[in-house]
């Protein structure tokens, strides 16, 4: 059974750092595309940032120059790096492995900007 498993969620000040993790089996990590979505009340779940088994990234303009994501692939660990948070980007955010029609979800960590 693929697990995903997500941590460092919480709360942060508006201005703030926070890093969320992602680790999952090699046989997921080596080949699949990982990603972070997020979901805010109300709100459809968007795409965040995806990378590539090759290093390759993407980010939404929304989150661009504040976000970095990176990998680990001695770990097998995906992160996310939120610099300059802001209020809206308060939301569940999910890591997902994709690749083709094969997808797989984490179960989600709260992530709350907030003073």
């Known amino acids: 059974q693929v697990q995903l498993v997500e941590s460092g969620g919480g709360l942060v000040q508006p201005g703030g750092s926070l890093r969320l993790s992602c680790a999952t089996s090699?046989?997921?990590?080596?080949?699949?595309?990982m990603a972070w979505y997020r979901q805010a009340p109300g709100k459809q779940r968007e795409l965040v940032a995806f990378i590539y088994s090759g290093g390759s990234t993407n980010y939404a303009d929304s989150v661009k120059g504040r976000f970095t994501i990176s990998r680990d692939n001695d770990k097998n660990t995906v992160y996310l790096q939120m610099n300059s948070v802001r209020p809206e980007d308060t939301a569940v955010y999910y890591c997902?492995?994709?690749?083709?029609?094969?997808?797989?979800w984490g179960q989600g960590t709260q992530v709350t900007v907030s003073s």
């Open positions: 997902h492995a994709g690749l083709g029609v094969r997808v797989y």
């Open positions: 090699e046989s997921i990590f080596r080949v699949y595309r």
